[in-house]
T-cell receptor, first 115, second 115 residues
Framework: EAQVTQNPRYLITVTGKKLTVTCSQN?????MSWYRQDPGLGLRQIYY???????DKGDVPEGYKVSRKEKRNFPLILESPSPNQTSLYFC??????????????FGDGTRLSIL | AQSVTQLGSHVSVSEGALVLLRCNYS??????LFWYVQYPNQGLQLLLK??????LVKGINGFEAEFKKSETSFHLTKPSAHMSDAAEYFC?????????????FGTGTRLTIIP
């Protein structure tokens, strides 16, 4: 089954404790992206990747890192989480980078609570 | 920069009644437009998209949307609401810059179906 898989689905942690949210897709997609969803703000892009070893900042990258060492994986790293990073996070992927007209496939989300 | 406005953060309709969710966008180039649905504890699922061609697009679960360039609108409709349609709906416009096909989302409309 074609899917984007995120782990963990839920995490409660404390300020400053490094964490990684994994994202994996099995569709051989070039393009992957991370969004955060906050009430009243919709979804905002954090980082994106057009292919292996090609990543760049989205609209709200502060406090986050990413890597793309393999095509299928695109982890989101919070090196020193803070309470303002409490949010619902989504990973998305699409077949080709830069096409714009193709649907993006979303994972089921990761709900992070930073205390 | 592109933007999306969804009028009405909450919409309630009776079962069997018409569903109308409003979306207006701004874009400096011909837009690619999407509607996504989010069920509780799930990721975003594509309902339908407009890229080029026919301005009335049909999606899954009986939904359709009409692209109206003169009104910069892309409203979502369904003739007869079902209880299973209760969810949050997001309108989005795709913006491609330097290979980044970022989705700019509206703030969402929560649809409640009254039995």
């Amino acid at each position: 089954e074609a899917q984007v898989t995120q782990n963990p689905r839920y995490l409660i942690t404390v300020t400053g404790k490094k964490l990684t949210v994994t994202c994996s897709q099995n569709m051989n997609h070039e393009y992957m992206s991370w969004y955060r969803q906050d009430p009243g703000l919709g979804l905002r892009q954090i980082y994106y990747s057009m292919n292996v070893e090609v990543t760049d900042k989205g609209d709200v990258p502060e406090g986050y890192k990413v890597s793309r060492k393999e095509k299928r994986n695109f982890p989101l790293i919070l090196e020193s989480p803070s309470p303002n990073q409490t949010s619902l996070y989504f990973c998305a992927s699409s077949l080709l980078a830069g096409a714009g007209n193709q649907p993006q496939h979303f994972g089921d989300g990761t709900r992070l609570s930073i205390l | 920069a592109q933007s999306v406005t969804q009028l009405g953060s909450h919409v309630s309709v009776s079962e069997g009644a018409l569903v109308l969710l409003r979306c207006n966008y701004s874009s400096s180039v011909p837009p690619y437009l999407f509607w996504y649905v989010q069920y509780p504890n799930q990721g975003l699922q594509l309902l339908l998209k407009y890229t080029t061609g026919a301005t009335l697009v049909k999606g899954i679960n009986g939904f359709e949307a009409e692209f109206k360039k003169s009104e910069t609108s892309f409203h979502l409709t369904k003739p007869s609401a079902h209880m299973s349609d209760a969810a949050e709906y997001f309108c989005a416009v795709s913006e491609v810059r330097f290979g980044n096909e970022k989705l700019t989302f509206g703030t969402g409309t929560r649809l409640t179906i009254i039995p």
